[in-house]
C-alpha cells in the first residue's frame, strides 16, 4: 500500500508558524492535484488548500492569507506553510494527492501529521 509522508507537525503557541511537508514516492506520477485537509475531533475532514498542476491554488476561506501551499517537483514533495496560527486551526493534517501508479488513477493520503495550537 503506497503512502505519503508527512512531517513538520507539534505544538505551536498562537501567533506562531509551523511548516508541514509531504513526500510522494517516486511511483506516483502524472499528478495533477495535491491537497491538505484536517480534521479536528467531533467535525469532519475539511480541505484546508491545494495546488494543481497548473499551480493554481485554492483555499479555505479560514486559512486565507495565513497559509501557503506550494510544490516542489523536483523533490516530489507539497508543503504548507501556515503563519498566525490560531487555536481553532488546531487538527490533523493529511496530504493528499492524485495521480497515477501502475497505470491506473489514484487518490492517495498520507498518515496524518497533528498540528495544536495552544497556549
Known amino acids: 500500500q503506497v503512502q505519503l509522508v508527512e512531517s513538520g507537525g507539534g505544538l505551536v503557541q498562537p501567533g506562531g508558524s509551523l511548516r508541514l511537508s509531504c513526500v510522494v514516492p517516486g511511483s506516483i506520477i502524472s499528478i495533477n492535484y495535491m491537497g491538505w485537509y484536517r480534521q479536528a475531533p467531533g467535525k469532519e475532514r475539511e480541505l484546508v488548500a491545494a495546488i494543481l498542476s497548473d499551480s493554481t491554488t485554492n483555499y479555505a476561506q479560514s486559512v486565507k492569507g495565513r497559509f501557503t501551499i506550494s510544490r516542489d517537483n523536483a523533490k516530489n514533495t507539497v508543503y504548507l506553510q501556515m503563519n498566525n496560527l490560531k487555536p481553532e486551526d488546531t487538527a490533523v493534517y493529511y496530504c493528499?494527492?492524485?495521480?497515477?501508479?501502475?497505470?491506473?488513477?489514484?487518490?492517495?493520503w498520507g498518515q496524518g501529521t497533528q498540528v495544536t495550537v495552544s497556549s
Open positions: 493528499n494527492v492524485r495521480g497515477r501508479r501502475l497505470g491506473l488513477s489514484g487518490d492517495y
